[in-house]
């Protein structure tokens, strides 16, 4: 196992980039990282129940849409600050994470991936139909918040530092969550659930409880993502947001914090790139890039650099070479 | 008697596990050999490597042909009849469909009604029960399914892998009966690995004993029954 | 009265076609625990290729045989070309394989092809068959036929002949089965090879009820799903059993309740799934997939 010191180094150094950003930056970049450190919340959300827990979800779309549209119904019914809004959104997504993990732990596998990519196409006709709410098609309309307490900074920059702290602060969270006793019981079921519950885990709880936590990281990136985009409407929410979500934590590495990061990077940048390659048939270009990932890199960007460390370690600690070595 | 298996110094792993460590043995044509040993050993690796179902370094020799390295498919296409522990029976299909695959790999495929007629006079209790999925028959009646399975592929080797686990000692017996009528009667060398050691020794004529990956006695099976520290060690007196 | 079973005729021949797509998923569920998401999009580029032979002039029947021999051949490649390279790695990695290639799929399509709808020629007449009082479309008929004929073939192959039996026992067994010399991994591919020839068959039986378009066979892909999963994800027969039974209800919704149109149709695809998931996750027809400890 690489040592802790290394992932902290490697944090501390991307931290410090990323401050430094704003500061060399255009607005539009700025809201374009914003996006990405959304993104890898809602993918470490994600990765928190499918990656560690083994619950597979197409729908996270919906927690995301949740988030997104408590948020800006709170804002534009109601006036609420929102500021508010966020820890309030993740709440609710938490709940309805929570409740919606208790019908699902009859399914399994392949059966919990249809339920909830049932859930995710529905997600948009809901949307429209609840118009007094939703604003049906038209979506609710926003506007940038400015930066509070006099700072020096135009909105997008606020809301690129607010989009930062918020994803360390997740990061941390999850880091915490995950390297403990709960951390350890939730990859236990994922990995043998028989088991795990003769050990004395409550496996339905846990379960539950992880789709909630899962389902708020998602929400509360959703209501981040509605106050920097300042706009809501189902149709951005639809099911092809979910199976992008997937894509990410696949790509980023599954059972990895940091591979949300790079999911992210992935899943924003990489359709502008196959825009910018062939305006004819851009999603082609996306769709070689996906196969291409896969194939170089099975486990996930995070998977690959994890066993390259592995590797690059044990060839340290064996100079004279591996075979012959001693019997365990 | 000539080799038709000579294995030389095997090695094998499973991931950063190694698990054989350079064995050397030999099956003679037409003889019956048994590798001993507690769990663990590695006796259902060896019988695996042979099969090319796990990476490995050293020599495998089939009938004077390299083979280690290849695939499992075609290995079996040269002769090779595995019955792997578990059975590894087709449990949603047929007892006659289990049989039919048995002889998937010949290249001859002529006459298959009349070597499952064949096959099914070893194991009559197979003909009664053609027709049923072979998921509901006893333990003792799959595993005869197995091996009429692997004979249905007229091997020159058959490789057993602990034939007698979780069944009766009376049907075991009955089946260690008809892989010496099968060794006689068609041919077939066999390549026995079991726990059960003296049931093994009855049957076979050379014996290997292995350890944590490492052969560490061998000989005619006759000398290792009579052998002090095997016999309080594997058979109990 | 009449109507009813006009509409349930007419729900039985889209039900065979979404039966058809959900059979192509269930062929591969099976062997591989990967459900292809790219099933549709195969089926789309097929028929885009059909519809590119019979505007070179090719006869209706001539086209349609030469796409499933191309559809065919393209399946077993693609298995062996895009799927080997990564055949032992998590199944989700897998399933991003199979996004990215619907994503190809559908983009080069409309690359190539534009968004426009095209017009889709139906080998049967346009006159309407009379069964006494009740008049029937040809084309419900045919269709239902020709999905009911493809079947029948798969049925005969898989249930008697010895390659059909080898690919049963490489999709129940690969280890057994590569003890019995079969070669598994070409087992698959035969496998996506008859997946893709089935999927060109719903896609050419659809196309002149919906048009051609790239997107044609989104809407399908969900009721295939819906009807896998009502039929039971382990069962190929409860596949096409479950599509025959959505294509029913989802046509006797549409007519008799008023208030369904064609959004929420789709709304009523996806109960469907839900409410099996809830009472009967294995389907009607499936086996609950036991674990051993």
Known sequence: MPPRSWTFTVAGIGLAVALALPFFLSNFRLFQFS???????????????????????????????????????????WNVPYGWTIP??????????????????????????????ALALAVPQILKY??????????????????PWGLKLNPDQWLYFLCLGLLVLSFILASNLLRGRTGRAIVAIRDNPIAAQSMGVNTALYKSLTFGV??????????????????????????????????????????????????????????????????????????????????????????????????????????????????? | MAALLSVRDLQARYGDTRVLRGITFEVAEGGITTILGANGAGKTTTLRAVCGMVKTDGEITLAGKRIEGRATESIVRLGVAHVPEGRGTFVQLTVQENLRLGAYARRDPANLNQDIERVCRYFPVLAERRNQVAGTLSGGEQQMLAVARALMLKPKLLLLDEPSLGLAPLVVREIFRIIRTINREEHVSVLLVEQNASLALGLADHAYLMETGTVVMSGPAAELRQNDAIRRAYLGY | MDTLIQQIVSGLA????????????????????????????MAMFSTYLAWTLLNAGLPYWVAFFATLAIAFVGGLVLERILIRPVENAPVLTIVIVCIGLLVILNSVAGWVYSYIQKPFPSPFPSKPIQVGNIYFGAHDIGALGVTLVVLACLYVFFRFTTLGLAMRAAAQNPVSSRLCGIR??????????????????????????????????????????????????????????????????ENLVGTYVSFIGTELKLTVALAMILIVLVFRPSGLFGRAVVHRV
């Open chain 1, 35 to 77: 996006q990405v450190y959304i993104y890898a919340m809602a993918l470490l959300g994600l990765n928190i129940l499918t990656g560690y827990n083994g619950q597979i979800s197409l729908g996270h779309g919906a927690f995301y849409a949740v988030g997104a549209y408590t948020t800006a119904i709170m804002i534009d019914q």
């Open chain 1, 88 to 117: 309030v959104a993740g709440l609710v997504c938490l709940v309805v994470g929570f409740l919606f993990g208790i019908p699902a732990l009859r399914l399994e596998g392949l059966y919990l991936a249809l339920a909830t990519f």
């Open chain 1, 130 to 147: 609840f118009e007094h709410w939703t604003g049906g098609s038209q979506g609710i309309v926003l506007s940038k918040p400015k930066a």
């Open chain 1, 214 to 328: 899962s389902a708020a990281y998602t929400g509360v990136a959703g209501a981040l993502s509605a106050v920097t985009v300042a706009y809501v409407a189902p149709d951005s929410f639809d099911v092809f947001r979910s199976i992008t979500f997937l894509v990410g934590i696949v790509i980023g590495g599954l059972a990895s914090v940091s591979g949300a990061i790079f999911g992210a990077l992935f899943i924003q940048f990489v359709p502008n790139w196959a825009m910018d390659i062939s305006k004819a048939a851009p999603w082609a270009i996306y769709g070689v890039f996906l196969i291409g990932f896969m194939y170089a890199m099975p486990r996930g960007i995070a998977g690959s650099i994890r066993l390259a460390t592995v590797r690059w370690l044990r060839r340290r600690a064996e100079p004279r070479g591996s075979s012959g070595g001693s019997p365990r």
């Open chain 3, 14 to 41: 889209t039900g065979g076609i979404y039966g058809s797509v959900a059979l192509a998923l269930v062929m591969i569920y099976q062997a591989t625990e990967v459900v292809n998401y790219a099933q549709g999009e």
């Open chain 3, 184 to 249: 598994v991994g070409w087992m698959l591919a035969v496998g996506w090879g008859l997946a893709a020839l089935v999927g060109a068959v719903a896609g050419m039986m659809v196309a002149p009820i919906v048009f051609l378009d790239p997107n044609m066979m989104a809407g399908i892909l969900i009721y295939a799903f819906a009807s896998a999963t009502l039929g039971g994800f382990t069962s190929p027969g409860g596949a096409v059993l479950g599509g025959l039974i959505v294509g029913v209800i």
